[in-house]
């Protein structure tokens, strides 16, 4: 596939499934060895299945999440996004009750590709950020 129909994939997954909650989207678009790296989640997340999960983690926590995509560049078989999310927390998240507060976390995420399919994802957000903007951790003076 091309790097265009990759970034189009991209913009499916963050439109339909992660805005838009149609994670059965995943199934077809998300290669069965995935695997996304993300220092801020406990585990690596594998297959569609496990991506499901991590989305639903999320989506749980801020019912109303919302990425939108600020940057996206393709070459070869990666696609690189610079991305901000924004979503009021409504659920636990991690032991954390909700707090009612709307944080604004902006990231990154390289995906790679092979025959069409999401197979890796290297993710890294603001989760410090995003935690002083929910309220438990302390801001830096």
């Known amino acids: 596939m091309s790097t265009e129909n990759n970034k189009a994939l991209i913009r499916r997954v963050n439109e339909e499934a992660i805005n838009g909650g149609n994670l059965a989207l995943l199934d077809e678009l998300v290669g069965s060895d995935y695997v996304e790296h993300d220092p801020n989640y406990p585990q690596p997340v594998r297959g569609a299945e496990g991506l499901k999960q991590y989305f639903q983690t999320f989506r749980s926590a801020f019912p109303d999440l919302h990425f939108t995509i600020e940057d996206i560049i393709g070459e070869g078989d990666t696609v690189a996004v610079r991305q901000t999310s924004r979503g009021t927390h409504r659920g636990e998240l991690?032991?954390?009750?909700?707090?009612?507060?709307?944080?604004?976390?902006?990231?990154?995420?390289?995906?790679?590709?092979?025959?069409?399919?999401?197979?890796?994802?290297?993710?890294?957000?603001?989760?410090?950020?995003?935690?002083?903007?929910?309220?438990?951790?302390?801001?830096?003076?």
């Open 94 to 141: 991690f032991g954390i009750p909700p707090t009612g507060k709307q944080p604004t976390v902006t990231g990154m995420t390289y995906h790679r590709f092979v025959n069409g399919k999401l197979v890796e994802s290297w993710v890294n957000y603001d989760g410090l950020g995003m935690l002083q903007q929910l309220g438990v951790v302390p801001a830096m003076s």
